[in-house]
């Protein structure tokens, strides 16, 4: 019913920069927040950035602080993450989530999450 789908991954060597896209689809009233998570093999998925609905409130993990930025543009029901300054560790599959209120579900916000999208940092 709502589908999240991330482009924009690859390879690319440390120091160099990638911008992720994650455009949502389906049966959608509104999107509330959006943000990037990340996993690396055999860690725990964890919090890159998120970004508010009008953009108003950022939050990025310290990790990142700096190096990357993340965007929304709300006519396209799309989030994007600039990174810039990669390092090999940063090596991971990049999940999209968002908080979806979908047409006839009234106010409830639906969690959803993309298929994720491999970014691989050479050293």
């Known amino acids: 019913q709502v589908q999240l789908v991330e482009s924009g991954g690859g390879l690319v060597q440390a120091g160099g920069s990638l911008r992720l896209s994650c455009a949502a689809s389906?049966?959608?009233?509104?999107?509330?927040?959006m943000g990037w998570y990340r996993q690396a093999p055999g860690k725990q998925r964890e919090l890159v950035a998120t970004?508010?609905?009008?953009?108003?409130?950022?939050n990025y993990a310290d990790f990142v602080k700096g190096r990357f930025t993340i965007s929304r543009d709300n006519a396209k029901n799309t989030v994007y993450l600039q990174m810039n300054s990669l390092k090999p560790d940063e090596t991971a599959v990049y999940y999209c989530?968002?908080?979806?209120?979908?047409?006839?579900?009234?106010?409830?916000?639906?969690?959803?999450w993309g298929q994720g999208t491999q970014v691989t940092v050479s050293s």
């Open positions: 989530n968002a908080l979806v209120r979908r047409l006839g579900f009234g106010s409830y916000e639906y969690d959803a």
């Open positions: 389906g049966i959608i009233k509104s999107i509330n927040a």
């Open positions: 970004i508010t609905s009008t953009g108003g409130n950022i």
